[in-house]
């Protein structure tokens, strides 16, 4: 110590020393050893006499204040800071080295748990189902129900790679039906502004998907294609055109023969537009083996008036199925 300044805690006795940095002022008896220190705050004083008085390895409670206590007794004491460890290394080298340890521990937390092993992929993470954006996906979970997956396969409606309906079909209209539903049919709204499971983005993603898929069979150059939507027909007309071009399978009053079903049945019509009537005189049902408005009869091909005639007669099945059960039927 320099002349003149004064040792506020009086002179350290001979065989004292101050403690390291960070401790509490007071002394300890005793050389420093190179040993772990216990995780108390205690050295292990070992058999070494006038250290450890009993001779017995002690494991104590960390009491902070009792260090001074302690030492006055003969025991090898030191602070917390002291007994700072790395794996098991004295506290000089813990500290010496504790700011790259940090850094790597940083490390590892910057990076997470992705480099583990069994964690799984990023495909494979649950995500809310307004994020699909794959079509497949969101086909198989909200259409194929009604439609099928597609190849032909038999579905209870009009299955979506149906060539000659992708041919005719409007654009605009398709995206409505997905968007808004068909009402008085089984086909729901998609919509989330009414009330559907589907973003405007995923509806696009259906739609434009399945647009695409338009003439993938069948070449249609130079075939006159009947307009998707037109003015309703004559049923008188549709009466005779039925006859003519649809008897033949499903009997002369449309009650359905051995070769095809009733296709004035109320239930049938109650689940079908006027609009999906026209569709299917005009492309058929190739899943169920009917043919489009070119092969009722071979070589003679159905005129725009008849399929609009046609359909007339066969929705006015559905007026008469309502009217005669009264106020309480079928709409």
Known sequence: MKRGKTNPVGRIPKGFRRK?????????LGRRFDEVPTPTGLRVGGLEPGHNPGGVELILATIPQGSSFLATLGWRTQSRWDCLTLFGLPSRFAIRYSSFVIAIALALFATGC???????KLAHRWAP????????ELYNLHCAGCHAVGDGRLAASRPMDDPVYLAIVDPAAFRRAISNGVPGTAMPAF???RDGPLTEAQIEVVSANLLAKRNPRQDFTGVKLPPYSARPGDVTRGAA?????????HGAEGKGVEKGG????PSYLALVSDQGLRT????GRADLGMPDWRGYVPGRPMSDDEIADVAAWLASHRNLAATSSGAGGLK
Not at 20 to 26: L, S, V
Not at 241 to 249: E, F, P
């Open 20 to 28: 390291a940095q960070g401790c509490e002022e007071r002394a300890t």
């Open 114 to 120: 992705d480099w583990m092993p069994g964690k799984p």
């Open 129 to 136: 189902d307004t994020a699909v954006t794959n079509f497949t």
């Open 191 to 193: 919509a989330q502004d």
């Open 241 to 249: 055109a039925y006859r003519a071009y649809c008897a033949r399978c």
């Open 262 to 265: 009733s296709v004035v049945n």
């Open 280 to 283: 299917t005189v005009i492309a």
